[in-house]
């Protein structure tokens, strides 16, 4: 079946520091590809997503490109701030599939220091 | 838009109870999902509810498990003897599918928190 894995955390980065949070996929078919936030104490907010490959989600300085060749969707930003504190996870869907239900990877933890 | 709403936010209860949470979803939104999320992992897939039909059940939802959408709005979800093994986040999300595209955003709620003793 479908599955999502992402880098073990935690991640402890210092402000202005360049973040990398890989993210790999398996999945039969064409999956969309997500990134969910999660603020202390606050439900998932979408991030970022793509559909389709080569296509790159942007969003608060964060990005990540779908990468079919290495089915990848690393999420990147070039300098952290403080309030990106948070838990970070990768998901999918997949129309070759369960077209509807998003598959998660078990999330990142990342603790920007001032 | 106010947002996906769950409630209660929190619930503790004793090994053996019923239980029974609500999502209300973004209004005119087709599509509500349950989840639930361990500590330490990430939301795992419930079901799903197309308007007022339940399509897809995974196998993570046993016999005790039973979830409702009438008349296509608000979803419940109950958990009839529950067990320690319940303890965990419940999320509710909603999506407005057009067509037959899947690959629309989920809106999550804050989640109802259940701990079973």
């Known amino acids: 079946g479908d599955s999502v894995t992402q880098m073990e955390g935690p991640v402890t980065l210092s402000e202005e520091a360049f973040l990398t949070i890989n993210c790999t996929y398996t999945?039969?078919?064409?999956?969309?590809l997500f990134w969910y936030v999660q603020y202390p104490g606050e439900g998932l907010q979408l991030l970022l997503k793509a559909t389709k490959a080569d296509d790159k989600g942007s969003n608060k300085g964060f990005e990540a490109t779908y990468r079919k060749e290495t089915t990848s969707f690393h999420l990147e930003k070039g300098s952290v701030q403080v309030s990106d504190s948070a838990v970070y996870f990768c998901?999918?869907?997949?129309?070759?599939?369960?077209?509807?239900?998003?598959?998660f990877g078990k999330g990142t933890l990342l603790t920007v220091n001032p | 838009d106010t947002g996906v709403s769950q409630n209660p936010r929190h619930k503790i209860t004793k090994r053996g109870q019923n239980v029974t949470f609500r999502c209300d979803p973004i209004s005119e939104h087709n599509r509500l999902y349950w989840y639930r999320q361990t500590l330490g992992q990430g939301p795992e897939f419930l079901t799903y509810?197309?308007?007022?039909?339940?399509?897809?059940k995974s196998r993570l939802l046993s016999d005790r498990f039973s979830a409702e959408r009438p008349k296509g709005s608000f979803s419940t979800l109950e958990i009839q003897r529950t067990e320690q093994g319940d303890s965990a986040m419940y999320l509710c999300a909603s999506s407005l599918a057009i067509g037959g595209e899947g690959q629309e955003t989920q809106y999550f709620g804050p989640g109802t928190r259940l701990l079973v003793l």
């Open positions: 509810f197309q308007n007022e039909a339940q399509l897809e």
């Open positions: 998901a999918l869907t997949n129309s070759g599939g369960s077209n509807y239900k998003l598959t």
């Open positions: 999945a039969t078919g064409y999956p969309s």
